[in-house]
T-cell receptor, first 116, second 116 residues
Framework: DGGITQSPKYLFRKEGQNVTLSCEQN?????MYWYRQDPGQGLRLIYY???????QKGDIAEGYSVSREKKESFPLTVTSAQKNPTAFYLC???????????????FGPGTRLTVL | AQKVTQAQTEISVVEKEDVTLDCVYE???????LFWYKQPPSGELVFLIR??????QNEISGRYSWNFQKSTSSFNFTITASQVVDSAVYFC?????????????FGEGTQLTVNP
């Protein structure tokens, strides 16, 4: 059963703590992405990675960090430097064509992070 | 910079009515890709359609149809004979050729409620 898994589904954090959100895909996709969604708003890109051991900042990377040590995994760490981390976090992946273009993104079920 | 505007924040219809969700985009690229995603209450984004900038053919898939018009920079989505299960937030998104189609910019979404 191919897909994207995210864990945990709900996460509670105290202020000042770092937390890591997991994202795994078994679709053999080259690219992976992290988005943040705030209530009533669209998705904003945090980080993305098109290849193992390489990643790029998105539009709102401050206060976040990522790693891409394996093709199937792209964990996101929300650091204490992120001022307002309470949000819904979505991970996505996409395949690459022979012409080096990227196809549509498929999304995981999301992690809802709440800072107490 | 690329931008996607979904002017309709919320739409409410009665079952079996037709409904059109508007999407207007801005980009300087001549090659770009347009997408529609559905986000049901569970939170996971479901891919509906992808359109390339050089293909203006309208598309129909069951009760769903899409009208792509480059002259007005619009990519509207129509649901015919709406059903309660269509209730969700719908997002329009854009990616540009200069990023190989990898970075998505989302609109803020339209909350569609279909009442029985």
């Amino acid at each position: 059963d191919g897909g994207i898994t995210q864990s945990p589904k709900y996460l509670f954090r105290k202020e000042g703590q770092n937390v890591t959100l997991s994202c795994e895909q078994n679709l053999n996709h080259d690219a992976m992405y992290w988005y943040r969604q705030d209530p009533g708003q669209g998705l904003r890109l945090i980080y993305y990675s098109q290849i193992v051991n390489d990643f790029q900042k998105g539009d709102i990377a401050e206060g976040y960090s990522v790693s891409r040590e394996k093709k199937e995994s792209f964990p996101l760490t929300v650091t204490s430097a992120q001022k307002n981390p309470t949000a819904f976090y979505l991970c996505a992946s996409s395949s690459r064509t022979a012409a080096n273009r990227y196809n549509e993104q498929f999304f995981g079920p999301g992690t809802r992070l709440t800072v107490l | 910079a690329q931008k996607v505007t979904q002017a309709q924040t919320e739409i409410s219809v009665v079952e079996k009515e037709d409904v059109t969700l508007d999407c207007v985009y801005e980009t300087r690229d001549t090659t770009y890709y347009l997408f529609w995603y559905k986000q049901p209450p569970s939170g996971e984004l479901v891919f509906l359609i992808r359109r390339n900038s050089f293909d203006e053919q309208n598309e129909i898939s069951g009760r769903y149809s899409w009208n792509f018009q480059k002259s007005t920079s619009s990519f509207n989505f129509t649901i015919t004979a709406s059903q309660v299960v269509d209730s969700a937030v719908y997002f329009c998104a854009l990616s540009e050729g200069r990023t190989s189609g990898s970075r998505l910019t989302f609109g803020e979404g339209t909350q569609l409620t279909v009442n029985p």
